[in-house]
């Protein structure tokens, strides 16, 4: 069994920043992602990260203001929010998984086994 648990999120201005952090205890776990889901709409990818391919992709809607990392060796990783804006406000969900992750799928709900609760992210002047 894997659980997942997230931090980091609270009220920030726009423009500010934020990070988030997700650790997922467990083993063979091939990779984690963010999504989010904002009042009102399907829950949407944000990034990924594979442990084998190393590339962490973002959604167009945060790509250049949202990075993703993974700490060195561990089943843990940020979130790293620049450039907030109000329609970033959401639940942020962290999610891993433990199949093979592949390139085309990774922001499909489907490639991952396990979801943390999720944490709010409001961004309001």
């Known amino acids: 069994q894997v659980e997942v648990v997230e931090s980091g999120g609270g009220l920030v201005q726009p423009g500010h920043s934020l990070r988030l952090s997700c650790g997922a205890s467990?083993?063979?776990?091939?990779?984690m992602a963010w999504f989010r889901e904002a009042p009102g709409k399907e829950r949407e990818f944000v990034a990924a990260?594979?442990?084998?391919?190393?590339?962490?992709p973002v959604a167009n809607t945060v790509k250049g203001r949202f990075a993703m990392s993974r700490v060195s060796g561990e089943n843990a990783v940020y979130l790293r929010m620049d450039s907030l804006r109000l329609e970033d406000t959401a639940i942020y969900y962290c999610?891993?998984?433990?199949?093979?992750?592949?390139?085309?799928?990774?922001?499909?709900?489907?490639?991952?086994?396990?979801w943390g609760r999720g944490t709010q992210v409001t961004v309001s002047s």
């Open positions: 467990g083993r063979g776990i091939t990779g």
């Open positions: 999610a891993a998984s433990t199949r093979s992750m592949i390139l085309s799928a990774l922001s499909d709900l489907r490639t991952y086994d396990y």
């Open positions: 990260i594979r442990w084998r391919g190393g590339n962490a």
